[in-house]
């Protein structure tokens, strides 16, 4: 096994998202599997599929990861964590990261810099009233960020983000005359992704994540390399795609070397490398 590419001479670390929305959906909005009605019409049918995210899904992928002996990183709305700072209390108590995720759906990329800034804000402050810890991880709705997007999270106390999706190993970019951290988030390993429309079965996903692991745990030897998945409150919580993510975890773990890390850790470790790939654009 290799040693020198990650902390204690890991050959290769994945890192899991669990993302917390439930409760910050729009109303009238097309996010589920369900049809809209109409544009005007609030559609009952899209708030259950959420509902079943805090009452079913979050606690399922808890259980999971504690018996799997596993930290992850949850991105958390705001608007989610204020409808249900239990659940968010919850996830930090059992060692888990609490990073921000806006504190709505609403498109950050249309805001102005203030009100972008005004969003992160009350991220942060939703976060720490239901926690009590100061997220310093960040993901945008949709991945999508604007151009005023890293300053003002720089400028908030933000260590990382991770909504670019070019390389499979942390890296820093150049903002406002220093470093900041990218852990890279995943549309690959995403089941919003694979799942939104009922267009994969669990087995193929299964498959897709093994196949992944295969060919990244192969380059961990000559090179550092991070896999990224992802999972939803009320997709990956489900019980047969959870069973799916708990069957790659139990792969994963039966190979020298594999570690899981939350994404907090891995900012912090590859923001204090020499080698970690740097980007000034």
Same mark, same amino acid.
């Given at each position: 096994? !290799? ?13 899991? !998202? ?110 720490? !009233? ?76 299964? !498959? ?74």
């Amino acid at each position: 096994m !290799s040693a020198g590419y990650w902390p204690d001479g890991a050959r290769l670390v994945i890192s899991v !998202s669990m993302q917390f929305e439930a409760g910050a959906q729009p109303d009238k909005a097309p996010y589920s599997p369900f049809a809209e009605m109409d544009r005007e019409t609030v559609n009952i049918a899209t708030g259950k599929w959420f509902d079943y995210g805090v009452k079913e899904g979050l606690p399922r992928l808890l259980d999971l990861w504690d018996r799997k002996g596993i930290k992850v990183t949850s991105h958390m709305v705001g608007q989610a964590v204020e409808r249900h700072p239990e659940i968010a209390r919850e996830i930090v108590e059992r060692g888990h990261e609490a990073a921000a995720h806006g504190h709505t759906w609403e498109p950050h990329w249309r805001m102005s810099p203030d009100e972008e800034r005004a969003s992160y804000s009350r991220n942060i402050a939703a976060i720490e !009233s239901a926690t009590g810890t100061r997220p310093v991880g960040f993901n945008a709705f949709a991945l999508r960020n604007s151009l005023n997007t890293l300053s003002i999270l720089k400028s908030l106390g933000f260590l990382y983000y991770i909504d670019d999706t070019s390389r499979d190993e942390p890296f820093t970019v150049e903002v406002d005359g220093g470093r900041f951290g990218v852990v890279p988030y995943t549309r690959r390993n995403n089941d919003i992704d694979r799942f939104h429309m009922l267009s994969l079965s669990g087995a193929a996903f299964g !498959s897709d994540l093994r196949d992944e692991f295969d060919m990244l745990y192969a380059e961990a030897e000559t090179r550092r390399r991070l896999m990224s998945v992802s999972v939803h409150d009320r997709i990956g919580g489900q019980p047969g795609i959870a069973k799916v993510v708990s069957d790659f975890v139990d792969y994963a773990q039966g190979h020298p070397g594999v570690v899981f890390m939350r994404k907090d850790e891995i900012a912090c470790w590859a923001l204090e490398q020499a080698d970690t790939p740097h980007e000034t654009a």
